[in-house]
């Protein structure tokens, strides 16, 4: 992860992780893992953003938060690489615990 490079008037240079961003070539970053879902989010959120964007639901300007099943999308998308199945309410489920089958599946208050 340390190369020196040394030029003939004896002066140097010490490159880090060949050059690269310093937090991710040296693994003191963040995972892949956690690259994967944070531009699964932001992809979700720009394809949200312009889907509705006449729609008068967003207003320029203003910041939002992730809407839950946007959220619970992003999570979906990344259990296979976790090695976990998710499972689906049948509608006797969802009927009982009062959410709807495809969700949102917590409250926007709830925080992951």
Not at 35 to 42: E, K, P
Not at 47 to 71: F, M
């Amino acid at each position: 992860q340390v190369d020196r490079f040394v030029f003939e008037t004896g002066n140097g240079v010490i490159v880090l992780a060949e050059g690269r961003l310093l937090n991710l070539g040296c693994a003191t970053g963040h995972p892949s893992f956690v690259m994967s879902c944070s531009f699964t989010n932001q992809a979700l959120a720009q394809i949200e953003l312009w889907t509705e964007r006449n729609s008068g639901k967003y207003e320029t300007g203003r910041v939002y938060v992730l809407p839950k099943t946007l959220d619970e999308k992003v999570a979906r998308l990344h259990l296979k690489s976790l090695g976990a199945k998710l499972t689906v309410l049948s509608p006797e489920q969802s009927e009982y615990v009062g959410i709807p089958i495809d969700g949102p599946y917590k409250p926007d208050t709830y925080r992951y």
